[in-house]
């Protein structure tokens, strides 16, 4: 009786008849072999490390730099005005010539951020100032000094601050 016919019911194996002697016996052999395999229990072996001791190093390196810009501007909104000299008069009256009243946007940083508007006055230059010689012929000095609203001064400072962080860890492990 040919080994075929005994695994006439399984159905893996109802082809086999149409095999040739070599094909059957490698079916057989495979399908033995698997039925086998699924009959043994599982076994394992367990590790054990074969070392005594071992060290980890590890460095790590972050930098960051931070740039700082600091744009102070001093803004004058007003007007001075002073007048001095000899051999002149200005008639008694008060020294209040007339002003002219505007609006000034400071942009310090070239945009809208940090924009200042402000409205202030000046001395208008068009009204007569009023002043006379006091004794034509005679020497005479008259001086005039104005100093008019806008930027007085500015000031910036930039600083660029770098940051190094270094960090080295060792550890060391034994069994």
Not at 68 to 77: K, M, R
Not at 134 to 162: D, K, L, W
Request: charged content about 10%; some cysteine.
């Amino acid at each position: 009786m040919p080994l075929a016919n005994l695994f006439q019911n399984l159905p893996l194996l109802t082809e086999v008849k149409k095999m040739t002697r070599l094909q059957e016996t490698i079916c057989i052999g495979l399908s033995l072999g698997v039925l086998h395999g699924m009959m043994q229990p599982a076994r394992s072996v367990p590790v054990v490390p074969n070392f005594t001791q071992g060290s980890m190093t590890s460095h790590t390196e972050t930098t960051s730099k931070v740039t700082e810009t600091i744009n102070s501007i001093d803004y004058s909104t007003g007007w001075q005005y002073t007048v001095s000299g000899m051999n002149v008069d200005n008639g008694g009256t008060a020294l209040r010539p007339p002003s002219n009243t505007s609006s000034v946007i400071v942009n310090p940083l070239g945009g809208t951020e940090g924009q200042v508007t402000s409205q202030n006055a000046s001395l208008n230059f068009n009204a007569a100032s009023g002043f006379k010689i006091t004794n034509p012929g005679e020497a005479f000095q008259f001086t005039q000094t104005y100093s008019g609203p806008g930027v007085t001064n500015q000031t910036v400072i930039q600083r660029v601050t770098e940051v190094t962080s270094v960090t080295d860890t060792t550890s060391i492990f034994t069994q």
